[in-house]
């Protein structure tokens, strides 16, 4: 199936049920029932699932331009973590359970989880497994973040659910190629929100987007959105089974230029890029909050140098071995 053919019918679904005033409407505590019916109707939730359990049996690299979408489209549920966490139980030879799933990394209580909030249950990564807990069962504490839908869960011993095979590199390298890529998604969008805005902008007689300054800006904006996308692919080429050194490339470069491209998306606009109505702090706000989900760059640097130094091989050797397979 060619790409466009996958995105386009997807992408649509999302301008449809993700507009702004229904992202800020769930944002805002409203029931995000509606919302999440369409996604799971459409069948796309499944589409890591292996055909033989009923999914599409597509790669976590074929599905990389929706996870893009739900970047730039803001989605305030965490589809992309369900897509994972459904292919993840389905090669354990469980059913998914309805509702969202939301992705909790660090294996200790009090961790901050993206979207749960919204979401019914939470795979968990215990560092020898992984348990799917409905979220009623566990402690949820908001972080008190203005319209943020990310939370601190918490459990007494061993929180219960079912368990689950646990990835080799274990599920923060998953989500951190995940944030990457929902990453870099929200870049493109950016860019063309910055630059339809220059463009449009008039001041002294000429669009803003004329000067040299804003122009200079705007192509930094351009490389960090590429640089974003390239290296959420390296990690996505690995599927679900990413190593850490690809996963560490994909997430510290994304993480690295995400407060660059929101910090110049607002220069650009000006002080109205800050104000509620306006849509483009839905974008920035995502940004930020993904760069720092399951660690930022100043983390996944660390993870992979001491990789890097770990190995005795030459880096090109190390680099083609463990970033390019």
């Known amino acids: 199936m060619d790409a466009s053919e996958l995105l386009e019918p997807f992408d649509r679904m999302l301008a449809t049920i993700a507009m702004p005033a229904a992202v800020r409407a769930v944002e805002g505590g409203s029931d995000a029932s509606a919302m999440w019916s369409e ?27 929706l996870i893009e979408a739900i970047g730039a489209h803001a989605l305030p549920l ?5 897509m994972v966490a459904r292919a993840l139980l389905a090669g354990t030879g469980l059913a998914s359970p309805d509702g969202p799933i939301a992705l909790a990394t660090a294996g200790v209580p009090g961790q901050i989880v993206p979207c749960g909030l919204v979401a019914a249950h939470v795979l968990i990564d215990l560092g020898d497994r992984l348990v799917l807990a409905p979220i009623d069962a566990l402690a949820v504490t908001p972080t008190g973040v203005h319209h943020a839908l990310a939370v601190r869960i918490g459990w007494e011993g061993t929180p219960a659910g079912r368990d689950i095979t646990r990835p080799r590199a274990g599920l923060r390298a998953l989500a951190a190629v995940v944030r990457a890529t929902l990453i870099a998604g929200t870049a493109h969008r950016l860019l063309e929100l910055t630059t339809r805005h220059a463009n449009e902008r008039v001041q002294f007689g000429k669009p803003i987007g004329r000067q040299q300054a804003l122009q200079q800006n705007l192509a930094v904006m351009a490389e960090d959105a590429v640089v974003a996308r390239i290296a959420a692919q390296l990690g996505c080429a690995q599927g679900l089974d990413v190593s850490p050194a690809a996963a560490a490339v994909a997430k510290s470069t994304a993480s690295s230029v995400a407060a660059r491209l929101a910090g110049t998306a607002h220069a650009v606009h000006g002080a109205i890029g800050i104000s509620e109505e306006f849509d483009l702090q839905l974008l920035t706000r995502r940004l930020h909050e993904w760069r720092l989900a399951d660690g930022s760059e100043g983390y996944w640097n660390g993870v992979l140098g001491a990789a890097r130094l770990a190995d005795p091989a030459g880096s090109v050797d190390w680099i083609r071995a463990e970033v390019f397979a």
């Open 39 to 65: 996604l799971a109707q459409s069948g796309f939730l499944d589409a890591l699932v292996p055909e033989e359990a009923g999914g599409a049996g597509l790669s976590l690299s074929a599905i990389a331009p």
């Open 78 to 82: 965490p589809a992309a973590e369900t």
